[in-house]
């Protein structure tokens, strides 16, 4: 909730011919897109110079969203990037709870911005310096938050067909379609307006999950095939070595929900994902209920994220990381003798 005082700071900010930046976090997923893409529709929509900057592309299945032309992929425009962030005057922080989630090359940037900072988040500890931090973990996604957000600025005017159908996509995209993190009547009331707006749910759906690349299903094969399961300890894990990458030319966003795969088997309620990247490891952990994936990571992989969605990098092999990952769940307390 808005303080009354943070509704009308932010209004007086709003005022005039205003510049507004959109910044959300390194792999951007449908929910860092949708939100931003979303806030970008608004106030774009409404008449006010926006921009939205990714720090790397969007994978391919989201390029369907409306404006996803416009986004600036700082990747490839980094000079052009930090000076849409250094000339805004108001800056979005989106989907991500600190400024080095937007990776190195836009870290200072963010923080060193003068603009008036808005934080729209539903990860936990957010630990970003801005004038409005708008963030819960009893959210469903940062999509959600920028609806809740929009609504108590402003309850009378409309969230347009764009923005809805960004909102909607990055709900189902983070709660794996409604399966997970949604058990909040809220969200079902945010969907019913979302609705009411036009949204169409089954085609967003169909275009978000109707819509990967070969190269994507073949990985899902190799997956699927080197998983490991760790029966007594009730964990699963699956790879991806950096040649399964080459061999089935992974793109960007190609491996994005793998890890839930592990999770489906009845006896797992922990499982990772480990893809091989240049000179380090990129790991997603996934649990069912109580198991803390959020501790697990900050714990053993200095990573971080939700209870039951997390992620870190582990600068070490892909053999020792595994190695040091199967330690690490036979000797952990909730994880030993699991029935
Ligand atoms: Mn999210």
């Known amino acids: 909730m808005l303080t009354q005082q943070e509704i ?33 529709s608004h106030y774009l929509e409404l008449g006010y110079d926006v921009s939205c900057i990714v720090p790397n592309p969007f994978p391919d299945y989201l390029s369907w969203m409306p404006y996803s032309s416009k986004v600036v992929n700082a990747q490839k425009q980094i000079q052009k990037a930090k000076r849409l962030i250094h000339n805004s005057d108001i800056l979005f922080v989106s989907d991500m709870n600190a400024a080095h989630r937007a990776g190195k090359d836009l ?37 959600e938050m920028v609806f809740r957000f929009l609504k108590e600025i402003d309850p009378n005017k409309s969230i347009s067909l764009n923005a809805a159908n960004c909102i909607y996509t990055g709900i189902i995209t983070d709660t794996g379609s409604l399966s997970y993190a949604c058990n909040r009547p809220l969200i079902y009331e945010i969907l019913k307006e979302l609705m009411e707006i036009g949204v169409d749910g089954e085609l967003i759906h ?23 399961v760790m029966e007594e300890n009730g964990t699963s894990y699956m790879f991806l070595t950096r040649q399964n990458l080459l061999d089935n030319g992974f793109k960007n966003g190609d491996t994005e929900g793998f890890v839930n795969y592990g999770l489906s088997l009845s006896s797992v309620k922990f499982t990772a994902f480990f893809t091989e990247r240049e000179g380090r490891v990129r790991i997603s952990f996934r649990s069912k209920d109580e198991f803390d994936v959020n501790v697990f990571a900050s714990t053993f992989f200095n990573g971080g994220g939700h209870k039951n969605a997390s992620a870190s990098y582990h600068y070490d092999s892909l053999e020792n990381t595994l190695k040091y990952f199967e330690e690490v769940v036979k000797n952990h307390p909730e994880l030993k003798n699991n029935n």
């Not at 976090?25 to 931003?36: V, W």
């Not at 900072?117 to 469903?140: E, G, Q, R």
């Not at 275009?207 to 190269?215: A, G, L, M, P």
């Open 8 to 40: 009308e700071n932010f209004k007086l900010q709003l005022t005039g011919n205003k510049k507004i930046a959109i910044v959300t976090h390194y792999n951007p997923d449908g929910d860092a897109l949708g939100s931003s893409l979303a806030i970008f």
């Open 107 to 143: 870290e200072d940037a963010l923080i060193e911005s003068k603009a008036f900072k808005v934080l729209i988040d539903h990860h936990p500890s957010p630990a970003f310096d801005a004038n409005i931090v708008y963030s819960t973990i009893f959210s469903t996604s940062a999509s």
């Open 206 to 228: 169909r275009q978000v999950y109707d819509n990967y690349s070969e190269s994507r299903l073949r990985l899902l094969g190799v997956s699927l095939n080197n998983m490991v």
